[in-house]
């Protein structure tokens, strides 16, 4: 079967002054449809860098990435925008909701971008919002809201437009400990109900309970990844421990 | 588009003070333009009417010969029906009243010493009735009742270089319309200050009878139509026009605005005065609301990276920035609009007064016309001088690396 995301010896390196730093050094993996992925490792380890190259914000120096068999790499900006609006969705650490627009407006965004009709836009917000279940906080800016709210926000905003594929970059860094912990399960649990493959990046061992699937980086090096090692939860965290 | 533009709406509100000051320095241009620009209006209005009811009129009536070749004679291509023509045209809407005119030049002596004139003769009674009357330095206007010694009008220059006052005489001389040379003794009933010098110094004025018998011709040079209105002049010469060919002679109608010369100069100098003033405006609104736009730009880099991460296209950025600054010119120019009226009416009542022009010894009324056109125009000014200034961030936050943008902090 054809992966979702097809990472193939990708590296990035990054100029800085008469040389450069290399942040993603000949990373391979491959992202299956519903997987429920995260990215772990120690800040700097390239974890970002990895996250905006699956999610075609920036381009790699080598290798390349497949998203749905279509080589990334080579896109034109008009048709990386285009993939982006269409197949992705994209979680931030600091949760970048738009200030000026309510909690409904923020999630309806990317359908209108997508050039949704009025009606379709307002029934898969209402959707997007019971499905993080904060249809009673639709209409409060995210002044208004906790920084869980806001974070189950912009999940519900990455989710609306039913991608193929949601990225979250450190979702949990701003969130206290319960916060996270129900942000994953929120996410793992859209993940199982509605078949979506989320990709989280993290260096918070103890999200990593909730994870099937974990890729470990360090120092831009892919050094390990739970599904090719066949290891299970249990020995995961036996490892770590 | 809708959520769009609410988007740009609220984004305006996002730092109040900010907002607030730029709306006070768009509103201010306008409310600047408006006071100067209807002070303008109202001098433009001023001295349309004094050139007017000085005597130009709102139209004359020529031969058309008149402005096609030059006079062998006198009066040679004058008009000689006028009574008829002048019958005809008071016949008309919005007409007032209309007055005969001879034009005419000559020799004047008082006996020691001669000098050359430039003749103006009049119907004392039509120019009566159409309100025009000569700005006298001393004396009298002339008689409306005929008969009687031969009265006579001259300029200051004149009464200066001859020495002669009200009450003393003068002999006139000139060449008839058959090319002989006649004369007339005048009586000198009072003195003109035009306002301008070289009009003084040639100034003679007499009565139209007066004028035919020295000249010895029926003819007049001109018909000046006075009309109830200056804003029905182009009604009533589209109306006159038709009936005008329909008489023997061929006759040209002409606009007052045709014959105001120093109106138009004037006109075409305080224009000159308030395009500068409006392209200082427009550059200063401009320059001003660059450093604001750039500021709310670097002040949204993470929010604009969100968005193109988000697949918005680069170009909805920019019209999001162009769409902001426009509304903000919006807003601005109703505050200026508003501002500059209320401001226009206190200073209306607040009986102001500006030092007497050259030219005259009155103190001049600052008076602010409320002119619909120029509200409009400054208001378009400082809309697309904000939508301008805007086009620079724009492209700068369109051409922003989403990677970089998203960890601004």
């Known amino acids: 079967m054809d992966a979702l995301v097809n990472v193939e010896a990708v590296s990035r390196r990054f100029p800085l002054d008469h040389s450069y730093v290399s942040a993603l050094d000949h990373a391979s993996f491959r992202v299956e449809a519903g997987d429920f992925l995260a990215i772990a490792g120690p800040s700097g380890s ?84 019971e499905s993080v279940g904060l249809s009673s906080r639709a209409h409060h800016r995210p002044d208004l809201l906790s920084g869980g ?21 450190e979702p949990t860094a701003n969130l206290d400990t319960h916060n996270a912990t129900q942000l994953i399960d929120l ?24 994870t099937p699937r974990i890729i470990r980086l360090c120092d831009g090096q892919v050094i390990s990844d739970s599904s090719t090692e066949g290891a299970s939860h249990g020995q995961v965290l036996a490892a770590r421990v | 588009m809708g959520k769009f533009l609410l988007l740009a709406f609220r984004n305006l509100f ?34 349309r009417e004094t050139t007017i009811n000085d005597g130009l009129g709102h139209l004359q009536i020529f031969t058309t010969e008149h402005f096609n070749r030059e006079e062998k004679h006198v009066l040679d291509t004058g008009i000689d029906n006028w009574r008829q023509v002048a019958a005809t045209v008071s016949t008309g809407g919005h007409v007032r009243g209309v007055a005969p005119r001879i034009e005419f030049y000559g020799m ?53 270089s001859m020495s002669v006052k009200p009450g003393d005489g003068l002999t006139l001389l000139a060449v008839t319309s058959d090319g002989a040379l006649n004369g007339i003794d005048v009586q000198i009933v009072g003195v003109v200050n035009t306002g301008f010098k070289e009009m003084d110094d040639r100034y003679l004025r007499i009565t139209l009878a007066s004028a035919q018998r020295l000249l010895e011709s029926d003819r007049v040079t001109n018909l000046v139509v006075g009309l109830d209105a200056t804003e029905n002049t182009d009604k009533v010469a589209a109306d006159l026009g038709p009936r005008l060919r329909g008489l023997p002679q061929n006759l040209t109608l002409k606009k007052w605005i045709d014959l105001a010369a120093y109106y138009k100069q004037v006109r075409s100098l305080f224009s000159m005065i308030f395009i500068f003033l409006g392209i200082i405006v427009f550059f200063m609104v401009l320059m001003s609301s660059v450093n604001t736009l750039l500021m709310t730009m670097f002040e949204r880099t993470r929010e604009i990276g969100t968005m193109l991460a988000m697949g918005t296209p680069r170009s909805w950025i920019i019209a999001l920035f162009v769409l902001e600054a426009t509304l903000l010119g919006v807003m601005g ?13 206190l200073l209306n009542h607040s009986g102001l007064h500006l030092p007497p022009p050259p030219g005259t010894t009155s103190p001049m009324r600052f008076q602010v016309l409320h002119v619909p056109s120029l509200m409009i125009g400054s208001s378009i000014l400082v809309v697309v001088s904000l939508a301008l200034a805007s086009i620079l961030p724009a492209i700068r936050a369109s051409r922003l690396q989403i990677a970089e943008a998203l960890a601004h902090v």
């Open chain 1, 149 to 169: 709210e806001r974070q189950r926000i912009a999940v519900a905003r990455a989710i609306v437009h039913r991608p193929a594929l949601v990225l979250a970059d």
């Open chain 1, 46 to 129: 390239g974890k970002s860098t990895l996250l905006n190259l699956i999610g075609c914000i920036d381009k790699p120096t080598g290798g390349r990435i497949l998203v749905e068999e279509v080589d990334t790499s080579r896109l034109k900006p008009a048709s990386m925008t285009a993939l982006r609006r269409e197949k992705i969705g994209f979680v931030f650490q600091t949760f970048n909701l738009i200030p000026v627009f309510t909690a409904a407006e923020n999630v309806e965004f990317p359908l209108l971008v997508q050039g949704v009709s009025a009606r379709e836009r307002r029934t898969r917000v209402s959707e997007a919002l």
């Open chain 2, 14 to 47: 996002r730092n109040r003070r900010r907002t607030l000051m730029t709306l006070m320095m768009v509103g201010g241009g306008v409310t600047g333009l408006l006071l100067v620009g209807g002070f303008f209006a109202f001098m433009f209005w001023g001295l």
């Open chain 1, 187 to 210: 996410m793992r649990g859209l993940n199982q109900r509605l078949g979506l493959t989320f990709i989280f990046s993290t260096h918070d061992a103890r999200l990593l309970e909730h």
């Open chain 2, 108 to 160: 004047l002596s008082n006996g020691v010493k001669s000098s050359v004139f430039m003749g103006s003769a009049v119907d004392p009674v039509a120019e009566n009735t159409l309100g025009f009357s000569p700005r006298l330095a001393a004396g009298r206007d002339l008689d409306t009742k005929p008969g009687g010694e031969v009265e006579a009008l001259i300029g200051a220059g004149v009464a200066r």
């Open chain 2, 333 to 345: 120019a109703m505050v200026g609009v508003a501002g500059g009226n209320l401001l226009g009416v």
